[in-house]
């Protein structure tokens, strides 16, 4: 048998050949089967998908930022509106399509136009949240919304870049509304009005999880001021526009749009008339105390801040109220400088951004007797009370003074308020300290003129709708152990080492005393706390509301700079009536003394010498003066006063004695509330028709636009 015996015949070459190409066929089939199968999946089964997918690349959503709200005053006189600017913006997701060498590229070009440094407009760029964004300079919107890197610019500027797309893609130029103060009758009012800036990223996220839709990334938030309390009134409701673009993200055409709405119209108490002149005296007579020589010191006044307030005394409306120093309100529009930031919170130039009127604490020396006459006469005194003032008193081993060490024998309350005999109310307090209170360990112990004190407000807030306010300090028992227990190690630790060079005798002395009873409340505490003095601090705001209540009877009300809100079609929404907030519960015959010995200090008192010739017949002030002895510092000066219409209040820290430093001042707010020239009153030239603010407001036309008065105003 042969080698080729039980083998199975070889295919020819031919069929080989067949089998292949059945194979290929196969395979090729197997290929339009699945690429068929993939069509008609994107076209039939995904084909709307997909087309929606196309059309949002070539879509834009652009937030159309909403005027915000006007602020008036009283009369409707515009205090904050708005105008139109350039704003320049960069479309980041756009700008991130380009390479890196051509992205620099265009934000060259940018930075040479608007004068910035390409490197600055990166770190704008960058998301806040990110690894290299730099808090307060990063962009804490939408990643999808476009980053504005300048505001302000001139037209010019606006023009070479929108007159030049293909040089500046994804660079955009808008016209948005900001902020103007048109400052009728030259008035500042920066504390009152406050101030906008962007909103954080927390607050956005906040606003997020509340449903809030009326804030976005691009968004600026009321900081301070009405701006901030009736922030969600002013505001407004953003729009959204969807436009189409291009590759280059240049607009082709509108799609869609949402129109923004206006914010409301805030119509506040302030009278800018009054307001004008209020900040003008209140600036004069800071500056005449500046040239003024300090008989004690031998050098001339601090006059470091001051303020005044001007309260009706039936609503706790504030008419007017200014603080010094302050700042122009303008310079937060459009973004504000570091250095101009710091130069707000600088002490050197006395902190502009503290608003002195209600956030400033300060000794209110003797405008304190009338409350503490008030807790004397309902507490074991009388009107026919007549106690002595001697020119000084001692206590303990010191001597304390009257003013210039005067003395003016034996007096009643009446006469001790008129020359604001210091000595007279030592007694009061050293007495209450012993029936009450020898023990000076004894927290608890009962004090009718503390208890008084708290009754007028003093040592709480008093509610105004301002943010930030102050609630002063009573410096009473309870208030005397807290701070001992706060700084005791502090000066235990100065006393417990031998006297250095930088350790004054008077220093080392004080703290040695206060590590060992520096919580004890002595009969000084008591008879300083009678005058004013010591470490008790008011606001002048809770000083003017405390006479308003002394004015009307007794009602404590919460001051109040909003009246109204109205719509931007002219249609009043809210009023913001006054609240009260409490009563002091004198009998009437207490506030009907104290009433008649507050128009002597304005006759024949501390206050007279600057009222001479004044028509106090038919302008009945009643007033009282104070100056308040600061350790290490100049006297702070006061002056309150009323009338049955308003509360006027001045002071002026290291400005000397009260009549001295503001009396002047106080005299011609009351010429021109009144209408006072010389000895006559003319009713026709009171800076408020009819002497007083009436619950009428404003006249709105229906596209909220502002109307005349009626009839029209003298000016």
Not at 224 to 253: C, H, I
Not at 413 to 439: K, P
Not at 521 to 536: C, E, H, K, P, V
Not at 690 to 701: E, I, K, M, N, Y
């Amino acid at each position: 048998m042969s080698g080729s015996e039980g083998t199975a015949p070889r295919a020819s070459s031919g069929q080989r050949s067949r089998l292949r190409l059945i194979v290929i066929q196969a395979l090729v089939f197997s290929l339009l089967a699945t690429l068929g199968t993939r069509l008609y999946y994107l076209q039939v089964v995904s084909g709307e998908d997909y087309q929606g997918r196309a059309a949002s690349q070539s879509i834009r959503d652009i937030v159309v930022q909403p005027q915000r709200g006007l602020i008036v005053d009283a009369m409707g006189r515009p205090l904050v509106t708005n105008r139109l600017t350039y704003v320049v913006t960069v479309d980041t997701t756009l700008l991130n399509r380009y390479a890196d060498s051509e992205r620099r590229a265009v934000l060259r070009r940018v930075g040479r136009v608007l004068d910035l440094r390409p490197r600055a407009i990166e770190r704008s760029l960058v998301l806040c949240g990110t690894e290299d964004a730099i808090p307060g300079r990063c962009w804490n919107g939408s990643p999808y919304q476009p980053v504005p890197i300048a505001s302000g610019i001139s037209q010019e500027q606006a023009l070479r870049i929108s007159e030049q797309p293909e040089d500046f893609p994804a660079v955009i130029v808008d016209q948005q509304s900001v902020r103007e103060y048109p400052s009728p009758y030259g008035i500042n009012a920066a504390h009152l009005l406050g101030y906008l800036s962007p909103i954080t990223s927390d607050e956005l996220d906040a606003a997020e999880r509340d449903g809030d839709s009326s804030v976005n990334g691009a968004s600026v938030v009321g900081r301070s001021g009405v701006e901030k309390t009736y922030d969600a009134w002013l505001r407004g409701q953003p729009g959204y526009q969807r436009v189409a673009v291009n590759s280059k993200g240049q607009v082709l055409g509108d799609v869609s749009d949402l129109a923004s709405q206006p914010g409301d119209t805030l119509v506040t108490s302030i009278d800018a008339k009054v307001q004008g002149v209020v900040e003008k005296q209140l600036h004069e007579m800071i500056s005449i105390a500046r040239a003024t020589r300090d008989p004690v010191t031998k050098r001339n006044f601090e006059a470091d801040s001051g303020a005044a307030v001007v309260m009706e005394v039936d609503t706790g409306r504030i008419v007017a109220m200014a603080s010094q120093p302050t700042y122009d309100p303008s310079v937060w529009v459009g973004g504000i400088t570091s250095a101009q930031l710091e130069r707000l919170y600088s002490e050197a130039a006395g902190t502009p951004l503290l608003a002195r009127a209600f956030q400033g604490q300060f000794a209110p020396g003797s405008t304190w007797k009338p409350f503490m006459t008030a807790g004397a006469l309902t507490n074991g005194y009388g009107t026919d009370t007549v106690l002595g003032c001697p020119s000084a008193v001692r206590i303990g081993n010191r001597d304390f003074h009257n003013h210039e060490s005067a003395a003016y024998g034996s007096i009643s309350f009446a006469r001790a308020l008129e020359v604001s005999c210091n000595t007279f109310f030592f007694q009061i307090g050293m007495r209450y300290w012993a029936q009450y209170g020898s023990d000076p360990a004894d927290v608890d112990a009962k004090d009718p003129l503390v208890a008084e004190a708290k009754t007028f407000g003093f040592g709480s807030r008093t509610g105004i709708d301002l943010p930030g306010e102050a609630s002063g300090r009573i410096a009473d028992r309870k208030w005397k152990r807290a701070y001992y227990r706060s700084m005791k190690d502090y000066y235990c630790g100065i006393s417990g080492k031998p006297q250095d060079a930088d350790t004054s005798d008077f220093v080392y002395r004080f703290a040695r005393e206060f590590c060992i009873e520096g919580n004890y409340y002595r009969q000084g505490d008591a008879a300083n706390f009678a005058i004013g003095q010591g470490d008790t601090i008011v606001t002048p705001l809770q000083l003017a509301r405390a006479y308003a209540a002394l004015a009307n009877g007794g009602t404590l009300w919460e001051p109040r700079v909003g009246k109204a809100v109205v719509s931007p079609e002219g249609k009043v929404i809210r009023r913001i009536k006054p609240v009260k907030a409490g009563d002091v519960g004198l009998p009437d015959s207490v506030l009907t003394y104290i009433d008649e010995a507050l128009k002597g200090v304005s006759r024949v008192g501390t206050m007279s010498w600057k009222l001479g010739g004044f028509p106090l017949d038919q302008v009945q002030i009643r007033a009282k003066t104070g100056s308040a002895e600061v350790y290490g510092k100049q006297s702070t000066g006061w002056v309150a006063s009323y009338t049955d219409d308003y509360v006027v209040v001045m002071m002026i820290s290291q400005g000397g004695t009260g009549s001295g430093s503001t009396g002047d001042g106080v005299r011609a707010i009351w010429e021109a509330l009144y209408g006072v020239d010389g000895a006559e009153v003319d009713p026709a030239a009171t800076l408020i028709p009819g002497v007083t603010q009436s619950d009428a407001l404003p006249r709105f036309g229906r596209d909220g636009s502002i109307l005349p008065p009626a009839r029209e105003e003298k000016e």
